[in-house]
């Protein structure tokens, strides 16, 4: 079934497909639903060249094939350590790795977070923590 307009003020939705005589109107009340929806009928390499209606705005975005059983569509997506709106001209912004809740240079050293990835700067020399304050009780004799 291809769905041709969601409204979701009214609640309709207006289909037609090969298992449909005729295009109707169906009434929703309580439903769920998944869209797998593409943008535009033509490929990533057609899109790309005509750039007025290219739909992936942002430096950090890419075209992504994705026709439905082969055909020729699209979506976008943002780049590998990006992540947001790729429709938009700076939708993706991005990933800080380093504050991740989980830091990916545990134990192999610093994280230092680059333009679409990480890096982990490793010393040559062991880290000493120095942590000035009053000792704890245990050492206080």
């Known amino acids: ?66 026709g439905p059983d082969g055909g020729p569509s699209y979506r976008c997506s943002c780049k590998h350590g990006y992540e947001g709106n790729p429709y938009l001209k700076s939708g993706c912004q991005d990933i ?14 610093t994280c230092i977070n680059l333009a679409g990835g990480y890096h982990c700067k490793v010393s040559k020399f062991p880290t000493l923590q120095l942590v000035l304050g009053k000792p704890p009780k245990q050492f206080d004799k």
């Open 1 to 66: 079934m291809v769905v041709d307009m969601v409204s979701l003020r009214t609640r309709e939705l207006h289909v037609r497909g090969s298992d449909l005589d005729r295009c109707s109107t169906l009434k929703i009340e309580n439903s769920s639903m998944v869209l797998d929806w593409v943008t535009g009928n033509e490929t990533c390499e057609e899109a790309e060249k005509s750039r007025g209606a290219y739909a992936c705005k942002g430096m950090n975005s890419e075209c992504v094939g994705s």
């Open 96 to 109: 800080d790795e380093c504050i991740a809740p989980h830091n990916p240079c545990e134990g192999k050293g």
